[in-house]
């Protein structure tokens, strides 16, 4: 494989130099641990069930005993944010990954088979003529509310993005001097686009799959709220706030504790996102200020 | 530029076409029986079978495409199940808000973006620029909608300044004053997007600061406000006006949330109740005027990015 401008990627410990001049960005990496370790632990961790129901206990303010207070059913508001975070991250993996293969597939294939392109890329047009949040709405009206719909149907939106990024990319990749060079050694079509593009399109798709991650938490909150989301019954972020909305001026904690939950989240991804960005950047190594 | 301008217009139509099949494809794979919404539970098998005859629903899908496409090319968006009007009319009455809206939202974006975006550049690597580009991507994680809902918690219940919901129009009682049924709205809706552009502005000014004509001109000993200002404020420019364009774009579906927040009385909501009513006819009418106007706020930012920048017709 030749190595093109496209993987500026650094070696893994110079991510600890940088990390530790980016205070802020090192903090966001500690937090989506402890996200992710909610998500894994959350079983063990979070004091009572998520969906236990207990009409004595409605609507109580945060105490000692229930840290985040509880919900109009009497739900521990902690443990329901805590199992929250599985969703949030079986929602933001799922989304990346459909989106991902799906948009890499599309692009590399219409970049490379250039009669195939103008058919595929000319549905990925039409489906960007829909504004992403509309899309994802009409999607999900046809069909029903499940964890597995969520993440096709926002893994759809975001596939189209990323097949016209890949495309573009890849077209650049199929003009280089290494790809002729593959075709004169006789190697097969399959050979050329894994061994040699793929490998050449790794860093910017590890860039575009943090800020799918990011978007998909918000969009899939969003859904979530219209009623269009995650089925009603399951603890997710999203949902906390649609089910608050209508007590938010008894219990304005329902509202704030899992709301800041995605927004911390996002912005971690985000800032990750930043860092992963930059440092494909060439102009990187003089410009390390920003935040 | 106008063979530019004709080429774009053309590469639309295929598009647009393809779009208005997947419209009246989607909406007529939406589960549910719009006869039998409308008739309601006590309706007969029989009286929903004749309601399904006269609103033409038992024709082959490809028959009713074309006739609603021919209506839609005269300019008939068809009647509405629900309110028994003109889908044209339904979709007048709320974009009063909506528009009101997606301009207030605007007015927000580029009075807070545009500013904090320069200052941010302008003070690059200083503790200014940290506390715009952090507050910005913070502003950028928030969903609108819990933004919203935190504003009438502060504003609407608890200071009691602005109304949280509804929205009479203008020419109601109250007039202009009206209009701050619509700040907390476009505050929410306004927040993200001028995070983006705020980014946006910092990042084209940073990247035109670095090129070699800006060098030339501090090199002349040029004020460095006038190279902010002349030079690279200029040139950054280009970035930032397809920015406000594919903003006010993605103003049209995010106030499909925001709208439901507010109870606001527009397009967006309108998308939203009319799936929950099984209303074909204004779902697919919402929907084809959202995308066209989508595509062509899309395309008129190619335009104008190409009357900016003129390497790009020339591509």
Same mark, same amino acid.
């Given at each position: 494989?030749?190595?093109?401008?496209?993987?500026?990627?650094?070696?893994?410990?110079?991510?600890?130099?940088?990390?530790?001049?980016?205070?802020?960005?090192?903090?966001?990496?500690?937090?989506?641990?402890?996200?992710?370790?909610?998500?894994?632990?959350?079983?063990?961790?979070?004091?009572?069930?998520?969906?236990?129901?207990?009409?004595?206990?409605?609507?109580?303010?945060?105490?000692?005993?229930?840290?985040?207070?509880?919900?109009?059913?009497?739900?521990?508001?902690?443990?329901?944010?805590?199992?929250?975070?599985?969703?949030?991250?079986?929602?933001?993996?799922?989304?990346?990954?459909?989106?991902?293969?799906?948009?890499?597939?599309?692009?590399?294939?219409?970049?490379?088979?250039?009669?195939?392109?103008?058919?595929?890329?000319?549905?990925?047009?039409?489906?960007?003529?829909?504004?992403?949040?509309?899309?994802?709405?009409?999607?999900?009206?046809?069909?029903?509310?499940?964890?597995?719909?969520?993440?096709?149907?926002?893994?759809?939106?975001?596939?189209?993005?990323?097949?016209?990024?890949?495309?573009?990319?890849?077209?650049?990749?199929?003009?280089?001097?290494?790809?002729?060079?593959?075709?004169?050694?006789?190697?097969?079509?399959?050979?050329?686009?894994?061994?040699?593009?793929?490998?050449?399109?790794?860093?910017?798709?590890?860039?575009?799959?943090?800020?799918?991650?990011?978007?998909?938490?918000?969009?899939?909150?969003?859904?979530?709220?219209?009623?269009?989301?995650?089925?009603?019954?399951?603890?997710?972020?999203?949902?906390?706030?649609?089910?608050?909305?209508?007590?938010?001026?008894?219990?304005?904690?329902?509202?704030?504790?899992?709301?800041?939950?995605?927004?911390?989240?996002?912005?971690?991804?985000?800032?990750?996102?930043?860092?992963?960005?930059?440092?494909?950047?060439?102009?990187?190594?003089?410009?390390?200020?920003?935040? | 530029?106008?063979?530019?301008?004709?080429?774009?217009?053309?590469?639309?139509?295929?598009?647009?076409?393809?779009?208005?099949?997947?419209?009246?494809?989607?909406?007529?794979?939406?589960?549910?029986?719009?006869?039998?919404?409308?008739?309601?539970?006590?309706?007969?098998?029989?009286?929903?079978?004749?309601?399904?005859?006269?609103?033409?629903?038992?024709?082959?899908?490809?028959?009713?495409?074309?006739?609603? *496409?021919?209506?839609?090319?005269?300019?008939? %968006? =068809?009647?509405?199940?629900?309110?028994?009007? $003109?889908? #044209? @009319?339904?979709? +007048?009455?709320?974009?009063?808000?909506?528009?009101?809206?997606?301009?207030?939202?605007?007015?927000?974006?580029?009075?807070?973006?545009?500013?904090?975006?320069?200052?941010?550049?302008?003070?690059?690597?200083?503790?200014?620029?940290?506390?715009?580009?952090?507050?910005?991507?913070?502003?950028?994680?928030?969903?609108?909608?819990?933004?919203?809902?935190? *504003?009438?918690?502060?504003?609407?219940?608890? %200071? =009691?300044?602005?109304?949280?919901?509804?929205? $009479?129009? #203008? @020419?109601?009682? +109250?007039?202009?004053?009206?209009?701050?049924?619509?700040?907390?709205?476009?505050?929410?809706?306004?927040?993200?997007?001028?995070?983006?552009?705020?980014?946006?502005?910092?990042?084209?000014?940073?990247?035109?600061?670095?090129?070699?004509?800006?060098?030339?001109?501090?090199?002349?000993?040029?004020?460095?406000?006038?190279?902010?200002?002349?030079?690279?404020?200029?040139?950054?420019?280009?970035?930032?006006?397809?920015?406000?364009?594919?903003?006010?774009?993605?103003?049209?579906?995010?106030?499909?949330?925001?709208?439901?927040?507010?109870?606001?009385?527009?397009?967006?909501?309108?998308?939203?109740?009319?799936?929950?009513?099984?209303?074909?006819?204004?779902?697919?009418?919402?929907?084809?005027?959202?995308?066209?106007?989508?595509?062509?706020?899309?395309?008129?930012?190619?335009?104008?990015?190409?009357?900016?920048?003129?390497?790009?017709?020339?591509?």
């Amino acid at each position: 494989m030749s190595s093109l401008g496209l993987s500026l990627m650094l070696p893994l410990q110079n991510y600890w130099c940088i990390l530790w001049r980016r205070k802020l960005t090192l903090v966001a990496v500690i937090w989506l641990l402890v996200i992710v370790a909610a998500a894994l632990l959350a079983p063990w961790i979070s004091p009572y069930d998520p969906l236990d129901i207990n009409a004595m206990d409605r609507l109580l303010e945060p105490s000692m005993t229930h840290w985040f207070g509880t919900d109009n059913f009497g739900r521990d508001t902690l443990s329901r944010c805590i199992y929250g975070a599985r969703m949030a991250i079986v929602i933001g993996l799922g989304s990346v990954l459909v989106a991902l293969v799906g948009g890499t597939l599309i692009g590399m294939l219409s970049a490379y088979f250039s009669r195939l392109g103008h058919v595929l890329m000319r549905g990925v047009d039409v489906l960007m003529a829909f504004p992403a949040l509309l899309l994802a709405l009409i999607l999900m009206t046809l069909l029903e509310r499940s964890i597995v719909n969520t993440v096709l149907v926002i893994g759809l939106v975001y596939m189209t993005t990323t097949a016209r990024i890949i495309f573009g990319m890849s077209l650049k990749l199929k003009g280089e001097v290494f790809v002729d060079a593959a075709l004169c050694t006789g190697a097969s079509h399959s050979r050329i686009l894994l061994k040699h593009m793929l490998p050449n399109l790794w860093s910017p798709l590890l860039v575009q799959a943090s800020f799918i991650f990011a978007f998909a938490q918000l969009q899939a909150a969003a859904l979530d709220f219209l009623g269009l989301g995650l089925p009603p019954e399951v603890p997710s972020w999203g949902n906390m706030l649609a089910e608050a909305r209508i007590y938010i001026t008894r219990a304005s904690w329902l509202l704030t504790f899992p709301g800041l939950l995605i927004i911390l989240s996002v912005f971690s991804i985000n800032l990750v996102g930043d860092l992963l960005r930059d440092s494909m950047d060439p102009r990187f190594k003089d410009d390390i200020a920003g935040v | 530029m106008s063979v530019f301008i004709i080429k774009r217009l053309l590469s639309l139509i295929p598009t647009l076409l393809l779009a208005s099949m997947l419209i009246f494809l989607f909406v007529h794979l939406i589960p549910g029986d719009p006869a039998a919404v409308l008739l309601g539970d006590l309706a007969t098998p029989e009286e929903v079978a004749a309601l399904t005859t006269e609103m033409g629903l038992d024709e082959p899908v490809y028959l009713q495409y074309y006739y609603w *496409l021919t209506h839609v090319l005269q300019g008939d %968006l =068809g009647t509405s199940i629900f309110f028994q009007v $003109p889908v #044209l @009319t339904v979709i +007048g009455d709320g974009a009063e808000t909506s528009i009101l809206l997606a301009l207030m939202t605007m007015i927000w974006i580029i009075t807070i973006g545009l500013p904090l975006g320069i200052l941010a550049a302008s003070r690059h690597g200083t503790i200014v620029d940290q506390l715009c580009s952090g507050g910005a991507m913070m502003a950028a994680s928030v969903p609108t909608f819990w933004l919203g809902l935190y *504003l009438i918690l502060i504003f609407s219940v608890g %200071l =009691g300044w602005l109304p949280s919901s509804g929205f $009479p129009s #203008l @020419t109601d009682d +109250g007039g202009v004053f009206n209009l701050r049924y619509l700040i907390l709205p476009s505050l929410a809706l306004a927040a993200p997007n001028a995070a983006l552009i705020i980014r946006l502005v910092r990042s084209s000014m940073l990247d035109v600061a670095r090129e070699d004509f800006v060098r030339t001109a501090r090199a002349k000993g040029l004020h460095p406000t006038r190279i902010a200002v002349k030079h690279v404020f200029r040139n950054a420019l280009i970035a930032v006006v397809a920015a406000f364009g594919f903003t006010f774009a993605a103003l049209i579906s995010e106030a499909v949330v925001t709208e439901t927040v507010f109870s606001l009385p527009g397009i967006g909501r309108l998308v939203v109740q009319s799936i929950l009513r099984r209303d074909y006819p204004v779902i697919q009418g919402v929907i084809l005027v959202i995308v066209v106007l989508y595509m062509t706020i899309n395309l008129l930012v190619d335009l104008a990015y190409a009357r900016l920048d003129p390497r790009v017709s020339l591509k």
